[in-house]
């Protein structure tokens, strides 16, 4: 499984931005479990959201949650983070990260075995 991050760029506080994930190659059939992680610079990587495929339910660390929200398109084999109200503090690198199968410590990004390149998100103030 290949993961393709996308949709990054530069807003302005307050502004919104749409975060995409492709995946090609072999692809899951139930329960997928499909995450976003952030990397903010001289920060280590921090739980964003995740999302629980065919549930179709949303997780989120609590100072995204509101304005964060994760979404999958299964016919497109695409997650979304669609992004409002963004903050310089969200300022960061983005990752898309998959596993096949639900885990209890779905913010845990050792628990993921398929990343994304990731994508820059800066929002200036």
């Not at 190659?25 to 139930?30: A, K, N, Q």
Request: hydrophobic letters at 35%; proline letters at 3%.
């Amino acid at each position: 499984v290949q993961l393709q991050a996308s949709g990054g760029g530069l807003v302005q506080t307050g502004g919104s931005l749409r975060l995409s994930c492709a995946a090609s190659g072999p692809t899951f059939s139930s329960d997928i479990a499909i995450a976003w992680f952030r990397q903010a610079p001289g920060k280590e990587r921090s739980f964003v959201a995740a999302f629980r495929w065919p549930l179709n339910r949303g997780y989120y660390t609590d100072s995204v949650k509101g304005r964060f929200t994760a979404s999958r398109d299964n016919a497109k084999k695409t997650a979304y983070l669609q992004m409002n109200s963004l903050k310089p503090e969200d300022t960061a690198v983005y990752y898309c990260a998959a596993r096949a199968r639900w885990v209890l410590d779905y913010n845990n990004g050792r628990q993921y075995d398929y990343w994304g390149q990731g994508t820059q998100v800066t929002v200036s103030s």
